[in-house]
Nanobody, 121 residues
Framework: QVQLVESGGGLVQPGGSLRLSCEAS????????MGWYRQAPGKQRELVAT???????NYADSVKGRFTISRDNAKNTVYLQMNSLKPEDTAVYIC???????????????WGQGTQVTVSS
């Protein structure tokens, strides 16, 4: 069984910074991509950033230049450094991993429970 556990969310003022972490655990054989999505109240889930096992990254236009995704392959952990936060960044941030396990030996999507990020003065 795979678990994705996020941490690092919270309340921050506009212009502030937060760093999210997500660790994948379980009978993992390999991880292709990890990433972050977010969902604000009344809105659809949207991609924030992804990173492959080779370090290729992809960002939503709305966060380019402000957010940085990184990854520690040895720890099966992905990070999201969020700077210059805006009120419109307020959402539940959800970790995603595209990985293979001992019992499901092909790429498959797994999701965390999410961590709340609130940007408000």
């Amino acid at each position: 069984q795979v678990q994705l556990v996020e941490s690092g969310g919270g309340l921050v003022q506009p212009g502030g910074s937060l760093r999210l972490s997500c660790e994948a655990s379980g009978s993992i054989v390999s991880i292709y991509a990890m990433g972050w999505y977010r969902q604000a109240p009344g809105k659809q889930r949207e991609l924030v950033a992804t990173i492959t096992n080779r370090g290729s990254t992809n960002y939503a236009d709305s966060v380019k230049g402000r957010f940085t995704i990184s990854r520690d392959n040895a720890k099966n952990t992905v990070y999201l450094q969020m700077n210059s936060l805006k009120p419109e960044d307020t959402a539940v941030y959800i970790c995603n991993a595209d990985l293979a396990t001992m019992t499901v030996p092909h790429w498959n999507d797994y999701w965390g429970q999410g961590t709340q990020v609130t940007v408000s003065s």
